[in-house]
Antibody, heavy 117, light 110 residues
């Protein structure tokens, strides 16, 4: 069965960077994209961007351009999302999802990133 | 302020039929597929409806999706207590070149 297993919770200071991993199994990694979605405490879902696991092409949300980088390692079927210059409003649960032409069939368990001084 | 507009809350009694609306524009719902996600408390979202009205295997046929113009709806019939969750609509937006979500609707089963 498809599984997306994310790295553990992180606590970061403002201005720091965080890198969240998402290890995929149960499907051919390079046949689908990975999208990242975050959810601030008590808030709704926010799309962060997408990466093709086939060729590494990316598409980032405009508000995160310049601060976010999404990468993949096909040798380990792992996707990564790095967010830099963290601010308090980046505090959220970050999810990865297997993206099949817009359908997010499977989701990781979520990674809580807390930004606090 | 979300690009797609959903009512913040909805409610119904067991066995009832409830509908959740999702309003957008010509650049998103009007020209692209709509997706619906269910998020139970403390868990990751789950795909409920894809491509406007398709149900993944395992999703009960009590759940149905529809789209008309720049609006979409999720209908839940035979409401059950385990349907109590947050529901989100989503679509690609051609103008923003981004996926946009609705603000979410909290469904309460009375």
């Amino acid at each position: 069965q498809v599984q997306l297993v994310q790295s553990g919770a992180e606590v970061k200071k403002p201005g720091a960077s965080v890198k969240v991993s998402c290890k995929a199994s149960g499907y051919t990694f390079t046949s689908y994209g990975i999208s990242w979605v975050r959810q601030a405490p008590g808030q709704g879902l926010e799309w962060m961007g997408w990466i093709s696991a086939y060729n590494g092409n990316t598409n980032y949300a405009q508000k995160l351009q310049g601060r976010v980088t999404m990468t993949t390692d096909t040798s380990t079927s792992t996707a990564y999302m790095e967010l830099r210059s963290l601010r308090s409003d980046d505090t959220a649960v970050y999810y990865c999802a297997r993206d099949d032409s817009g359908s997010y069939w499977d989701w990781g368990q979520g990674t809580l990133v807390t930004v606090s001084s | 302020q979300s690009v797609l507009t959903q009512p913040p809350s909805a409610s119904g009694t067991p066995g009832q039929r409830v509908t959740i609306s999702c309003s957008g524009s010509s650049s998103n719902i009007g020209s692209n597929y709509v997706y619906w996600y269910q998020q139970l408390p403390g868990t990751a979202p789950k795909l409920l409806i894809y491509r406007n009205n398709q149900r993944p295997s395992g999703v009960p046929d009590r759940f149905s999706g529809s789209k008309s113009g720049t609006s979409a709806s999720l209908a839940i019939s035979g409401l059950r207590s385990e349907d109590e969750a947050d529901y989100y609509c989503a679509a690609w937006d051609d103008s923003l070149s981004a996926v946009v979500f609705g603000g979410g609707t909290k469904l309460t089963v009375l």
